[in-house]
């Protein structure tokens, strides 16, 4: 897969977990040691975000944060 495709392909992901996240109001996070998964409730004012990626190499390897709009 051409890294062209793979960021589209990555892009797509995102735009469809933000809107399952907000559809569902349910966010997934990360454990802060390992990584691990979980869910959290999103609360009222929260559902209008989008998440954040943060990343320091391959985007396999990323930090993803839901962060509510300003």
């Given at each position: 897969?051409?890294?062209?495709?793979?960021?589209?392909?990555?892009?797509?992901?995102?735009?469809?977990?933000?809107?399952?996240?907000r559809e569902h109001r349910v966010?997934?996070?990360?454990?802060g040691c390992c990584g691990s998964p979980y869910l959290n409730?999103?609360?009222?004012?929260?559902?209008?975000?989008?998440?954040?990626?943060?990343?320091?190499?391959?985007?396999?390897?990323?930090?993803?944060?839901?962060?509510?709009?300003?």
């Open positions: 897969m051409t890294k062209d495709r793979e960021r589209e392909n990555y892009q797509a992901f995102m735009a469809g977990l933000e809107a399952l996240t966010e997934i996070r990360g454990c409730p999103l609360e009222d004012g929260e559902v209008d975000g989008a998440y954040a990626v943060e990343r320091d190499g391959p985007f396999e390897f990323a930090r993803i944060t839901w962060e509510k709009r300003k």
